[in-house]
């Protein structure tokens, strides 16, 4: 049974570094039938789709964070990673960690987010 | 950026209803739209993948239609679990995109 457990601190001061962890039981997460993505919620509720990572290193990141996102795997450890720098209180949020799985058709290819991490909440605050 | 727009922002509505949520896209996604469910304190659960096909195990009163810019989430009839926040988000282009949302009240 594929399970996505993030960890890490729930509470980082301004200007400081936000590093979150995502553990991956059930599935590799080196398999190239997914990739895998980090994706947070605002306290008002929306969804921000952070950036994502396939099993080739690629990486695409959300335009909005620029270059304050990090997003990276390790294999070894079956883990996802997230760094973002610089962190104001608009980083506020619950973090999740999700797959996605990709699919074709006639048109092309589309995705979808099929499990997520529990959730973590993460305070910006002096 | 896709800018997606869901209606209504909420809903009251009784056991048993029919109760449909809208998406709108800013520009054309094909089908590549995907609808969550989430419920207070949880993850985003998926229930429909490129607009109408049903993730598994989710209820069958579920059903997504649509393409190109409009899209509809519809519940057939209503259940007490169902109580919960709904989201869109397209898959047409990066970044993703999602919905405000939609809050569903019993």
């Known amino acids: 049974q594929v399970q996505l457990q993030g960890s890490g601190p729930g509470l980082v001061k301004p200007s400081e570094t936000l590093s979150l962890t995502c553990s991956v039981s059930?599935?590799?997460?080196?398999?190239?039938?997914?990739?895998w993505a980090w994706i947070r919620q605002t306290p008002g509720g929306g969804l921000e789709w952070i950036g994502n990572?396939?099993?080739?290193?690629?990486?695409y990141y959300s335009p909005s964070l620029g270059r304050r996102v990090t997003v990276s795997v390790d294999p070894a450890r079956n883990q996802l990673s997230l760094n973002l720098t610089s962190v104001t209180a608009a980083d506020t949020a619950v973090y999740f960690c999700?797959?996605?799985?990709?699919?074709?058709?006639?048109?092309?290819?589309?995705?979808?987010?099929?499990?997520w991490g529990q959730g973590m909440l993460v305070t910006v605050s002096s | 950026d896709v800018h997606m727009t869901q209606s209504p922002s909420s809903l009251s509505a009784s056991v048993g209803d029919r109760v449909t949520i809208t998406c709108r896209a800013s520009?054309?996604?094909?089908?590549?739209l995907n609808w969550y469910q989430q419920r207070p304190g949880e993850a985003p659960r998926l229930l429909i993948f490129?607009?109408?096909r049903s993730q598994g195990g989710v209820p069958s009163r579920f059903s997504g239609s649509g393409s190109g810019t409009d899209f509809t989430l519809t519940i057939s009839s209503l259940q007490p679990e169902d109580f919960a926040t709904y989201y869109c988000?397209?898959?047409?282009?990066?970044?993703?995109?999602f919905g405000g949302g939609t809050r569903v009240e019993i």
């Open positions: 059930g599935v590799s997460i080196r398999s190239s039938t997914y990739y």
């Open positions: 988000q397209q898959s047409f282009s990066t970044p993703a995109t």
């Open positions: 520009q054309t996604t094909s089908n590549y």
């Open positions: 990572i396939y099993d080739s290193g690629l990486t």
């Open positions: 490129a607009a109408s």
């Open positions: 999700a797959r996605a799985l990709y699919y074709f058709d006639s048109a092309g290819y589309g995705y979808y987010f099929d499990y």
